[in-house]
């Protein structure tokens, strides 16, 4: 079975200073990983995705994540937080097969600090 | 395109109650799918559609019905509700079901059972 483990529940940076969210997966085969962005009282949008392309992805608003097969991770990071950054980020699994179905991870709020 | 929409964005029912969710989107997107977001949790998918007459339970189906009667819509329904579907509802859609199909999620709507 497939699924994806955020590390931190809560992350608390001050703008400007660099943001790492963890997250570890598991998977029998190559994943489809994703990022979303969870603003409050908003829907869900799209950060980046991982598609067994390069391993290195880069993603809207400046952010980019790494995929390291060997150490079953897929961390979200951003070099400078910006205020507007301040959210719930989760890590998605995509179910291997012809399906589009999701697993998400429990999430990770974002806070940043003036 | 106003893209996904749901309605209504609050409701508040009283146990045993029903009532149906509505999502729409104007992309002509094949595939449809209710999530429930509680806290902790992130997101669990309730029920799915590949198409037009085509649905099937996700990960937590029990106590909501679905159809498909239209490529745009897919509405969700709760025929008895019960304090434990207290939840944030997304829908969400997507061109087909291949790993290069982003989905894209509407607002959600919160819901509150007494």
């Known amino acids: 079975a497939q699924s994806v483990t955020q590390l931190d529940s809560h992350v608390s940076v001050s703008e400007g200073t660099p943001v790492l969210l963890r997250c570890n997966y598991s998977?029998?085969?190559?994943?489809?990983l994703f990022w979303y962005v969870q603003h409050p009282n908003k829907g869900l949008q799209l950060l980046l995705k991982?598609?067994?392309?390069?391993?290195l992805v880069k993603g809207i608003n400046g952010f980019e994540a790494e995929f390291k097969k060997s150490e079953t991770s897929f961390h979200l990071t951003k070099p400078s937080a910006h205020m507007s950054d301040a959210a719930e980020y989760f890590c998605?699994?995509?179910?291997?097969?012809?399906?589009?179905?999701?697993?998400f991870g429990t999430g990770t709020l974002l806070a940043v600090q003036p | 395109n106003a893209g996904v929409t749901q309605t209504p964005k609050f409701q508040v029912l009283k146990t045993g109650q029903s009532m149906t969710l509505q999502c729409a989107q104007d992309?002509?997107?094949?595939?449809m799918s209710w999530y429930r977001q509680d806290p902790g949790m992130g997101l669990r998918l309730i029920h799915y559609?590949?198409?037009?007459?085509?649905?099937d339970q996700g990960e937590v189906p029990n106590g909501y019905n679905v159809s498909r009667s239209t490529t745009e819509d897919f509405p969700l329904r709760l025929l008895s509700a019960a304090p434990s579907q207290t939840s944030v509802y997304f829908c969400?859609?997507?061109?087909?079901?291949?790993?290069?199909?982003?989905?894209?999620f509407g607002p959600g709507t919160r819901l509150t059972v007494l």
């Open positions: 969400a859609s997507s061109l087909g079901q291949g790993v290069y199909n982003e989905q894209f």
């Open positions: 559609s590949v198409g037009a007459g085509i649905t």
């Open positions: 998977s029998s085969y190559s994943p489809s």
């Open positions: 991982y598609t067994s392309a390069a391993t």
């Open positions: 998605v699994v995509r179910v291997t097969g012809a399906t589009n179905k999701l697993i």
């Open positions: 992309m002509n997107h094949e595939y």
